[in-house]
């Protein structure tokens, strides 16, 4: 194995002890890996994986991990930034978004094998994601039907939309006429006209009031 500076130090966390030993036997059979603390369920195991000071978290489906004042949640106030994997758990939709809520970055099913988990460990570990393929339209969906996100600066710059033409589409959702916003902006009605067709290309939209309604679902303003 791999000295353990350059391991990745994982901490295990299993109500069953069985599963725990059984774990901790395949995990140091398995390069680059340290298994550098155990718990079960107990009032100690946040302690205990503070002193451990591990980079990833292995957590087994534990019944009360995902509640609101769980273990995964107190974990993460108290290390934030290690990275919590979940095995053994179901294909239960529900469930996978809790978890994400909770700030688990991977999520591997009951029937994963030890060579999986292996893998998934280094995957989280290196800044990755990992979870089901069947699971990954859940989280899309989640996000592309959420009412609460909004796209940031840096996904405005990435669309393309400057800040001028922020101003303008939110003057044209007032109903400004194009000479009204060229005074209010100190712009030529022309100047106005060329940012309008611009946007349009940009939203493959063709007139004024599809295009605000397109930068409105976007998130760029409520």
Same mark, same amino acid.
């Given at each position: 194995m791999a000295d353990s500076e350059q391991s990745i130090r994982v901490f295990l966390l299993a $109500?069953? *002890?069985?599963? *725990?030993?059984v774990f901790v036997r395949l995990l140091a059979r398995k390069t680059g890996l340290q298994v550098v603390g155990v718990a079960g369920t =107990?009032? *100690?195991?946040v302690l205990a994986a503070i002193s451990a000071n591990p980079d990833v978290i292995l957590c087994d489906s534990l019944p009360d $991990?995902? =509640?609101d004042n769980g273990t995964i949640r107190e974990l993460r106030r108290n290390l934030p930034n290690v990275n919590v994997l979940l095995f053994g758990m179901d294909c239960e939709e529900e469930k996978f978004l809790i978890a994400v809520q909770h700030g688990v970055t991977g999520y591997i099913l009951k029937d994963a094998s030890a060579s999986e988990v292996a893998t998934a460990i280094r995957a989280v570990a290196s800044g990755d994601s990992v979870c089901p393929p069947k699971l990954c339209r859940v989280l899309f969906d989640h996000v592309s039907n959420s009412t609460t996100w909004k796209a940031g600066a840096q996904v405005t710059r990435k669309l393309g939309l400057t800040r001028r033409e922020q101003q303008l589409v939110q003057l044209i959702s007032l109903g400004l006429t194009n000479k009204e916003i060229a005074c209010r902006l100190s712009l030529s009605e022309q100047t106005v006209k060329n940012h309008l067709r611009r946007m349009f290309r940009k939203s493959g939209t063709a007139g004024r009031l599809e295009v605000v309604e397109f930068w409105r679902a976007q998130g760029f303003w409520t």
């Open positions: $109500a069953n *002890r069985l599963l *725990r030993d =107990s009032e *100690r195991v $991990a995902i =509640s």
